[in-house]
């Protein structure tokens, strides 16, 4: 048994990715970010769906469609491949920690 909110480094200098599970079809990670936001320009134009659950801190999604999405504990999203986003902004202040789970449909 493992604990998302164990073994977090106390420095952060990049954003943490870590595989939970994975298969041919689905991919789990955890992400954990204090302060991290992806590049102005830069795209997630990702080939699996992505449902992002918010479990702890704060953030903002922009999408390149013009959505802006502001996240709190308990919030999740459905991210349909091939929609372009980023991270526009996490909480400088506290942990963000976030469960990714990455799918195809069939």
């Known amino acids: 048994m493992s604990n998302l909110f164990a073994n977090i480094p106390r420095d952060l200098p990049e954003e943490l990715c870590e595989t939970l599970a994975r298969s041919d079809a689905v991919h789990i990670e955890r992400i954990v970010s204090r302060g991290h936001a992806s590049r102005e320009d830069f795209w997630y134009d990702q080939e699996q769906d992505e449902w992002v659950l918010l479990v702890q801190g704060a953030a903002r999604l922009a999408f390149a469609d013009g959505d802006d999405v502001r996240l709190g504990p308990g919030d999740w999203l ?9 991270v ?3 909480d400088p202040e506290a942990e963000t920690v976030w469960l990714a789970v990455h799918y195809s449909r069939q």
């Open 88 to 90: 526009a902004w996490t």
């Open 78 to 86: 459905l991210i349909p491949a091939h929609r372009k986003h980023r």
